[in-house]
C-alpha cells in the first residue's frame, strides 16, 4: 500500500466532515472546502479519523490513493490552522500597497499593476515590501503567490523583482564576467 495513502487524518476539534460518496465538505474555523475526488477511492470516518482506501492495485489506484490522503488532509488542516505564504518585492523604487481590497504593485512597470484577490484568501502587507497571502485553501494560496511572482520574477542578473520568501537566486556574473578569464591580445 501507499505509505502516504494508508496514513490517517485525526480530525482536530471544531472541525466536521461530511462524505458523500466521492465528494468530501470540511467545514471549521477558518471556513469551508469542498472537493470531488475520484469515484473509486473510499473515504470512511470513524469517531476522529478518516481513512481513505482503494478499490484496486492498478497503478493509477495507487497514484490517487496517495493524492487524495494528501488532498484530504490539506483540506482538514487548512480550515483548522489556515495556510499563507510570503512573498518578498525587492528593487528600488519596488512596493507594494493595499487599496480598498485590492494589492497594487508598483515593480517597474510604467503603470501600478492591480491584483484582485480569489475568494478566500487575504493578503496583509508588512512594511512595503512583504506580502502575505493566507487562507483555507492550499492550493489557491499557492496559484494566488505564482501569479503575484509572475508579474515580476527575480532577475539573475541584478536579483529585482518579486520571489517567495527565503528564496535564493543564482545572480549570473553578467558582461564583466565573461572577460576576465581572456588574454589580453
Known amino acids: 500500500m ?3 495513502g ?10 466536521t466532515v461530511k462524505i458523500d460518496g466521492s465528494v468530501v465538505t470540511v ?4 471556513g469551508e472546502l469542498k472537493r470531488t475526488f475520484n469515484p473509486g477511492m473510499v473515504f470512511s470516518q470513524k469517531d476522529n479519523v478518516l481513512t481513505v482506501a482503494r478499490p484496486s492495485e492498478s497503478k493509477e489506484d495507487k497514484a490517487l490513493h496517495g493524492l487524495s490522503r494528501s488532498l484530504l488532509a490539506n483540506m482538514v488542516t487548512g480550515v483548522a490552522t489556515g495556510f499563507s ?3 518578498e518585492i525587492v ?5 507594494a500597497e493595499k487599496a480598498g481590497a485590492k494589492l497594487v504593485l508598483r515593480v517597474g512597470q510604467s503603470h501600478p499593476m492591480e491584483v484582485e484577490m480569489r475568494p478566500g484568501i487575504s493578503f496583509a502587507i508588512e512594511g512595503t515590501t512583504k506580502v502575505k497571502l493566507s487562507g483555507a485553501d492550499k492550493e489557491a ?4 503567490a505564482a501569479d503575484i511572482r509572475a508579474m515580476r520574477k527575480p532577475d539573475h542578473y541584478k536579483g529585482k523583482g ?3 520568501a527565503g528564496e535564493r537566486i543564482k545572480l ?6 565573461k572577460v576576465i578569464g581572456k588574454k589580453a591580445g
Open 2 to 4: 501507499s505509505r502516504i
Open 6 to 15: 494508508r496514513m490517517p487524518i485525526t480530525i482536530p476539534a471544531g472541525v
Open 27 to 30: 467545514k471549521g474555523p477558518k
Open 85 to 87: 505564504k510570503d512573498l
Open 91 to 95: 528593487g528600488i523604487g519596488y512596493r
Open 141 to 144: 494560496i499557492g496559484e494566488m
Open 162 to 164: 518579486i520571489r517567495y
Open 172 to 177: 549570473k556574473p553578467g558582461k564583466a564576467g
